[in-house]
């Protein structure tokens, strides 16, 4: 009996959240009972909670191998993986459990697998499993997903058909229209804007602009802005509508909406990162840096680390070294929220380190940033690793970063330093087989070679 009390306080702790007790709680139970079952499960819903995904894969195999095999094991695997962004993985694990079964508490994993596949953008395997969820509950999240699925393979009137049903849900609105609009379909998001008066006429038409002036569609969407800036106070829409009148060489229309900008730094109608954004292209196109105006973005940048890193992106590109180091040492900034957020951020940070000569820092940063992102970062160790004169290190990372001729020309000074004829001349044969449409720097690449390889090189 007291085994099953501790089981009840434990699923108690873990239904209020109160997941610290509930840790120390199933450590106690652990100690008293051993491994069991329940232990897994428990558990593994602690370690969900914290996100500890990696953690959870590990006790879900340990499970496993102590022949605990059932469902709710493949569950949280899957669950743990898809948390982890490895969907192919999560759906392996998803279809473990017994599908078959006419079971309710199936649902999650059923409608998981169809998200897993929504994320790889095999939209028509994701339909088929929303459709599946549908059939026993028609949940505002699986509706809205199927109808956005059905939008990406062209099927707009099946979509509309779910998203009908969706109109009493007032915050599913606005991500409605953007979902319509984001896939060129205009007058079906119009409809569900007068259908509900949820959403402004000036709300629609900055949707409209804010979409097609990140496609480039600058033309069409100089009406959408105008017709946005009528009711809405955004200085990211000013700095759009200045870019267009800028390509369209209307520079004195464009320096007035530049200096607009910069004589509010009261955040309005912008999101954090869009209002930085918009300020500091203004400072540059005006050829401003003034440190004063920089800090009067700065209450702006601590809730937002891509805003953050904007203003420090200002300050590399403007040399404002002292202004620089302020930010990095005294004022807070949060830590990224997304894959964006924290590639961007990396990227400065790693170019401020080289900037500075501080390239045994820029390796350290390099080796303990998580491998799925270091791709986006070799260039950086290449570049550190060539100024510490570790040559073996730089022409260890040809086969990832190759065919890239910005890089290439490195790795041929480090064949160079070592006499290493043979990288080198698998280095000229790759060059040579890249596509010059395909691959930025290879021109250079050949200019380089011609500029600084003696011609008595041995090529082998």
Known sequence: MMQE???????????????????????EYCFEYGKDEFY????????????????????????????????????RLGDAYFGLQDFESAIQNFKQCHLEQDDPNLMHTIYMIGLSYFHLQDYDHAISYFEDVLLENETPEVLYNCAVSYLCIGKVSRAMDYFEKLLDNDYLIEPICQE???????????????????????????????????NNRLDEALPYILEALKEINSDALKYNLASIYEKNNDFDNANILFHEIIQNY?????????????????????????????????????????????LLKFALDHDLDDYQDYLLNDVNHTEPE???EYIFYMMILLDIHLKHKRYEMVVDIFDHIPNEYQTYFLTHKLK??????????????????????????????????LERYSVSNRLFNDMLQVDPEKVEGKKIFWEYVVDHVDSSFNLE
């Open 5 to 27: 009390k501790m089981q009840d306080l434990i699923i108690e702790q873990i239904e209020n959240d109160d997941l610290e007790n509930a840790e120390h709680s199933i450590q």
């Open 40 to 75: 897994y499960m428990a558990s593994s819903d602690v370690l969900l909670a914290n996100e500890e995904y990696d953690y959870v894969i590990e006790l879900m195999n340990d499970a496993l191998e102590d022949g605990i095999e059932n469902d709710i094991v493949y569950e």
């Open 180 to 214: 319509l609009i984001f896939t060129n379909c205009f007058d079906e998001a119009d409809q569900i804007a007068q259908k509900t008066n949820m959403i402004s006429s000036a709300s629609l038409s900055r949707i409209k602009a804010d979409y097609l002036f990140t």
């Open 266 to 310: 009261e955040l309005k109608d912008d999101e954090p990162f869009d209002f930085v954004l918009a300020h500091t292209e203004a400072l540059k196109h005006l050829n401003i840096s003034n440190i004063q105006y920089l800090r009067c973005l700065e209450p702006y940048v601590q809730d937002n680390c891509g805003a953050f890193t904007l």
């Open 338 to 340: 997304s894959d964006s």
């Open 384 to 417: 550190a690793l060539y100024q510490l004169e570790d040559y073996e290190g730089v022409i260890g990372m040809y086969d990832d970063v190759m065919p890239d001729g910005y890089n290439a020309i490195i790795i041929l000074k480090a064949c160079l330093k």
